[in-house]
Nanobody, 120 residues
Framework: VQLQASGGGLVQAGGSLRLSCAASGSTGAMSWFRQAPGKEREFVAG????????NYADSVKGRFTISRGSAENMVYLQMNSVTPDDTAVYFC?????????????????WGRGTLVTVSS
């Protein structure tokens, strides 16, 4: 399975951005992670194959929304009220046997990432 993330760019603080991730095959659970310069990759949001029981990092709850497209192999991340702390490379991940959405080790497939830069 190959994953292609898109939609990153430069946005002002308080603005919005929508990331997309397209997969080439069956995906199971899909999630977004991010990695800021000099920091570890961290979980942002995840959604199981069923589309229910979504999970969010505390830092993005109430601001970001993850959703699956009508096709099983698409996932989106709507980012609202962004802050400079949201600046990072955002990666999408997918896995057929994920039981813990927030665990990096649970995912077999990773995209190459898309850069989001939030200016103050």
């Amino acid at each position: 399975v190959q994953l292609q993330a898109s939609g990153g760019g430069l946005v002002q603080a308080g603005g919005s951005l929508r990331l997309s991730c397209a997969a080439s095959g069956s995906t199971g659970a899909m999630s977004w992670f991010r990695q800021a310069p000099g920091k570890e990759r961290e979980f942002v949001a995840g959604v199981p194959w069923s589309g229910s029981n979504k999970n969010y990092a505390d830092s993005v709850k109430g601001r970001f929304t993850i959703s699956r497209g009508s096709a099983e192999n698409m996932v989106y991340l709507q980012m609202n009220s962004v802050t400079p702390d949201d600046t990072a490379v955002y990666f999408c991940a997918a896995g057929l046997t994920v039981t813990n959405l927030s665990s990096k080790d649970a995912y077999l497939h990773w995209g190459r990432g898309t850069l989001v830069t939030v200016s103050s």
